[in-house]
Every structure is written in structure tokens, then in C-alpha cells.
């Protein structure tokens, strides 16, 4: 029995057999759809290094089972660059370094991204801290991942005003 | 091969779940974690197609809280200054990612005694609703978690929501958790507490202590010796003296028993200033 299922992924539509109901969503991103800028660290929702956006929510793919989100649109690290121009919240973390192996780095920056989009975290560097808790670095890169969060907020509101005007 | 279904409405979920055994699958943070490195070999229920088992409404006499609201629906959600405590228990779930997807069925489902959201609803008077295909029935949450992870739910059952009686949503209320590190980390202790405040005096508390005891506890003794009292340094004294016989700690690798009860006593004095509108919170880190 093989399940069907129909994601739009970084703007793409696809449909996708499931022969077995168990997979998860990162699993399906990385073993079956080759997107692997999508990483795996601790599998269990502790880390974030799995982080992408579900309908536009940042969630752990590493929990998600991929079945249950039949319909759904999912935005991966691959999905942000407009060819060769990066996304701000990309071009943030090189200019603030905001990693150093670039391990967690995919699931920082999509993190930041759905922080960003929820509007509430403000110019409070410790509001941040708490909010992007859920992706850990262990090269311990936290001060430029903050100080890119911030800028990279600045650079998204600017470029809404100038699209609203 | 395991079955998988993704009932459309709560009445089919129900007919499915007299059918046989299933897993139910809500928000999913806990599904495969739970299961350590054992494969999955059970039915799979998935319930996220339930939309009316989720979001907030006020229904009579009581306000209910659907099993598939997420922990984010309800920080975002305007609430009476009873549930202060609920929504800062919310932003201690896991990380925002986990906030976007985990329920809070699925947090008393999964019956942890490190359960964030079980204090504050304790000292709510929260009730859980159960049904099955046959009966629906109501239990309060004392008596719907049982022990680690152990639940009064039956074959046959699930959790379709908790219910907040409106006489527990007066006055306000705070929550204070210890971990070994400010965010994303599991409770060494967590306290709640709803207080009203009459004409400067305690009119009413109630007070709870979650990672102390198997199941999450009301600190009845506690609560009769706060009220009465006047609004300052009579609380903290009062909870310095008062024995809380409702606390059994265990040594584990987050805390030693004796580290807990005196880190408890602690928290239990924050989380009662700060319901009683006299201390700013405090963030507490080991």
C-alpha cells in the first residue's frame, strides 16, 4: 500500500508515494527529494538543525511525520535565494558570522526567518535569545547569530516599507 | 505494514478507535521521541484533520480548550489574568518549534511529571474531556494522570479537550521554572500559582508544584494557610513555614531530592508574589 501525498515545496508543487507512512518530513527532504541543505542532528526535537517552515511556521521536519501534511507548503535553506542573491537573513549571518562549522546553520537561519515573520521579538537582544532557542550551536556562534537576527529584521521591515510605499 | 488514518471528523476518529489499537498522532513533538529507538509498530491515528478539536471558546459555564490547541495558539491568544501562568508555562514548552506544533492534550496525554503545562492547569481547576464512541465523560486533571506516564484513558477513548470551570478564572496568576539553563530545558521544578486578591487580603489560592512528585500536586495545606492573609511579607513567611507534604522528590540526573525540595519552597515563593502582583518575575537559572 503506498500513501499519496501533495506538498508545495520551495514553490514547487510535487506529489509524492509514500511506501511506507513512518517517514518523516526530514527524511522525505533529504532521502527521497535530494534537498539536503535540510540537516539531521539530533533527531528528536531537541536541536533545530532540522528547522523549516510549514505553511509558513517554523516547525522540527525531524518530528513531523511527512503523511500528515498532505496539502501542506514547506520552505527549505534551498528555497531562499533569488538565484544568485541571497535572502537577508542569509547575507546577515555571513556579515555578522553568525556560524562557524555551519552545521546548524540551515536551521538557524530558517528560524529566523519564522521568528522574523511572528513580529513580536522587537529589538530586545534577550527576547531573541529566548525566541531562537530551539536551534543550538555548538561552535557557540550565539553573538553573531543574534546580532545577524536583529539586522537581518532591520533590512526585512525597510524592504516592506519601500514595497507598501 | 501499519495502517495509517486521518479521520475527517471526530465521529469517524471515534468509530476507528473501537475498532482497535491506535497511536494517536496530534502535534507529533513527542511521538517518535517517546519511543527511545524502538521502531513504530503500532496503528497510527493521525487527528491533525479534527479541526474542530482545536482553539479556545467560552461554552456556558466553562471555557474549553480544544485537545489540538498548540502551546503557540495560546500565548497568542487573549486571555483572562488567570491564565498569565498557562501562557508563560507555554513559552517554557520545548523551543518555538515545538510550541508551533505540540498540543496540550498531547502534553497530559504523555504524562511526564516534567509536564510544564500541568501546574498552571492544576491550580485552573482544569477538567479533561473524554470520549468515546459510546460515552463522554469528564475527569478532573488530578484524576486523569495517574502516574508516569500512566493516564485514566481507556481503550476505545481520546482526549477531545480541557475544560476550565469560569469560577477558577478569577484573579491572576504566574508560573516560575528551574532548569540547568535558561531555555529549552526539562524542569528540575516548576511552580504555579493563581491568587485573588480581595481588599489587599487573600481571597482565594491555589498553588501547584510540577517535577517534585510522580504527578504534578495542588498544595492544599499551602493554600488554606495563604488565604486570609495580607498582600506582602506575610506570603514568603508563610510559605517558609508551612510543610508541603505533597512534595516527594526523587535523585535524578537533574536534581538531587533534597536539592529539589528546597528549590521548590523557593519557587513556590516567586510564583505566589508574582500571582500576587508584589514581585516582578524573576528568571531563574541554576
Request: charged fraction near 20%.
Amino acid at each position: 500500500m503506498s500513501l499519496s501525498i501533495g506538498l508545495t515545496i520551495n514553490g514547487q508543487p510535487r506529489t509524492v508515494a509514500l511506501d511506507d507512512p513512518r517517514v518523516t518530513l526530514l527524511d522525505l527532504l533529504r532521502e527521497r527529494l535530494d534537498l539536503t541543505g535540510t540537516k539531521k542532528g539530533c533527531d528528536r526535537g531537541q536541536c533545530g538543525a532540522c528547522t523549516v517552515l510549514v505553511d509558513g511556521r517554523r516547525i522540527n521536519s525531524c518530528l513531523a511525520l511527512a503523511a500528515s501534511l498532505d496539502g501542506a507548503t514547506v520552505t527549505t535553506i534551498e528555497g531562499l535565494a533569488d538565484g544568485e542573491a541571497l535572502h537577508p537573513v542569509q547575507a546577515a549571518f555571513i556579515e555578522h558570522d553568525g556560524f562557524q562549522c555551519g552545521f546548524c546553520t540551515p536551521g538557524q537561519i530558517m528560524s529566523a526567518i519564522g521568528l522574523i515573520a511572528e513580529g513580536h521579538a522587537g529589538d530586545d537582544p534577550e527576547r531573541i535569545r529566548e525566541l531562537m532557542s530551539g536551534n543550538i550551536c555548538r561552535c557557540g556562534a550565539y553573538q553573531g547569530i543574534t546580532e545577524a537576527v536583529l539586522e537581518a529584521q532591520k533590512t526585512l521591515a525597510e524592504r516592506n516599507r519601500r514595497d507598501a510605499a | 505494514m501499519i495502517r495509517y488514518a486521518k479521520p475527517k471528523n471526530v465521529d469517524e476518529a471515534l468509530a476507528l478507535l473501537s475498532d482497535g489499537p491506535w497511536r494517536i498522532l496530534a502535534g507529533g513533538t513527542d511521538f517518535y521521541p517517546a519511543l527511545g529507538n524502538r521502531p513504530l509498530s503500532e496503528n497510527v491515528l493521525d487527528i491533525n484533520g479534527l479541526s474542530e478539536l482545536r482553539g479556545i471558546a467560552e461554552v456556558g459555564s466553562h471555557i474549553v480548550v480544544g485537545a489540538r490547541t498548540t502551546w503557540t495558539d495560546i500565548i497568542r491568544r487573549d486571555l483572562p489574568a488567570a491564565f498569565d501562568g498557562l501562557k508563560l508555562a507555554a513559552r517554557e514548552v520545548g523551543s518555538v518549534q515545538i510550541q508551533n506544533r505540540a498540543s496540550i492534550a498531547g502534553n497530559l496525554c504523555n504524562a511526564s511529571p516534567a509536564a510544564d503545562g500541568v501546574p498552571p492547569l492544576l491550580t485552573l481547576g482544569a477538567e479533561v474531556e473524554l470520549r468515546s464512541a459510546s460515552l463522554t465523560r469528564h475527569l478532573p486533571l488530578e484524576d486523569f494522570i495517574l502516574g508516569n506516564r500512566r493516564t485514566a484513558l481507556q481503550p476505545g477513548e481520546m482526549v477531545t479537550a480541557i475544560r476550565i470551570p469560569k469560577s477558577a478564572t478569577a484573579g491572576t496568576s504566574a508560573f516560575v521554572k528551574l532548569g540547568a539553563r535558561r531555555y529549552l530545558v526539562i524542569s528540575i521544578a516548576m511552580a504555579a500559582a493563581r491568587i485573588v486578591v480581595e481588599d489587599g487580603i487573600v481571597a482565594e489560592a491555589a498553588v501547584a508544584v510540577g517535577s517534585c512528585s510522580l504527578v504534578a500536586k495542588r498544595l492544599t495545606g499551602l493554600e488554606a494557610a495563604l488565604r486570609g492573609l495580607p498582600i506582602g511579607p506575610a506570603l514568603a513567611e508563610t510559605v517558609a513555614a508551612t510543610s508541603l507534604p505533597e512534595l516527594a522528590p526523587i535523585d535524578d540526573v537533574r536534581g538531587t531530592a533534597e536539592y529539589r525540595r528546597e528549590a521548590a519552597r523557593e519557587i513556590v515563593t516567586r510564583a505566589v508574589l508574582a500571582a500576587s502582583g508584589h514581585h516582578p518575575l524573576t528568571k531563574v537559572a541554576a
